[in-house]
T-cell receptor, first 108, second 119 residues
Framework: KNEVEQSPQNLTAQEGEFITINCSYS?????LHWLQQHPGGGIVSLFM???GKKKHGRLIATINIQEKHSSLHITASHPRDSAVYIC??????????FGTGTRLQVFP | KAGVTQTPRYLIKTRGQQVTLSCSPI?????VSWYQQTPGQGLQFLFE???????NKGNFPGRFSGRQFSNSRSEMNVSTLELGDSALYLC??????????????????FGPGTRLTVT
């Protein structure tokens, strides 16, 4: 079993829809990252969380430390949001462990 | 401010050869981390350098090594290449090591990656 699990693996949406991507982990962590990877490989770090909730534009990330679960929400989705979204946790020995990613396609 | 740069962007090597990849962090960033991304294994952490010292290492064989120079630029070397080493190699830089300081997290900024193909 992977230490970091993401769901769903693939997601399609119509422009304007509200999107949620989930991440569950089974190890102790000091931080959790959400990353966005566009076709071609470029990765952008979206959020780093250790507790609570963060918001940046149309993106919202939440984390529940007790439940070992984080969610990434995209409001009013747009075709340019199409990318792979990756959850990564930094464990208590300071190593980053990555989820397998969620491939999102938003259609106009 | 210029972003993280990686050279070369694409590389084709044959089995048994060695390869050196280079990463130049954002100016002022002292931490450089390296990652391998393959379709089968996803993203995996290779190692992290801070102030010219390796601070953290993932579960990769000794064929994978790296170093960091006094200007924070980093190189990664893979010796005796195997077909399974074909991957996208990404580096990321941050101000502080580990990309996290309790109460004051620092984001990691990723480079575009070097796509290595081993034939």
């Amino acid at each position: 079993k992977n230490e970091v699990e993401q769901s769903p693996q693939n997601l399609t949406a119509q422009e304007g829809e509200f999107i949620t991507i989930n991440c569950s982990y089974s190890v102790g962590i000091s931080a959790l990252h959400w990353l966005q990877q566009h076709p071609g490989g470029g990765i952008v770090s979206l959020f780093m969380l250790s507790s609570g909730k963060k918001k940046h534009g149309r993106l919202i990330a939440t984390i529940n430390i007790q439940e070992k679960h984080s969610s990434l929400h995209i409001t009013a989705s747009h075709p340019r949001d199409s990318a792979v979204y990756i959850c990564a946790v930094r464990n208590n020995t300071d190593k980053l462990i990555f989820g397998t990613g969620t491939r999102l396609q938003v259609f106009p | 401010k210029a972003g993280v740069t990686q050279t070369p962007r694409y590389l084709i090597k044959t089995r048994g050869q060695q390869v050196t990849l280079s990463c130049s962090p954002i100016s002022g960033h002292r931490s450089v981390s390296w990652y391998q991304q393959t379709p089968g294994q996803g993203l995996q952490f290779l190692f992290e350098y801070f102030s010219e010292t390796q601070r953290n290492k993932g579960n990769f064989p000794g064929r994978f090594s790296g170093r960091q120079f006094s200007n924070s630029r980093s190189e990664m070397n893979v010796s005796t290449l195997e077909l399974g080493d074909s991957a996208l190699y990404l580096c990321a830089s941050s101000l502080r090591r580990g990309g996290f300081v309790l109460g004051s997290p620092y984001e990691q900024y990723f480079g575009p990656g070097t796509r290595l193909t081993v034939t």
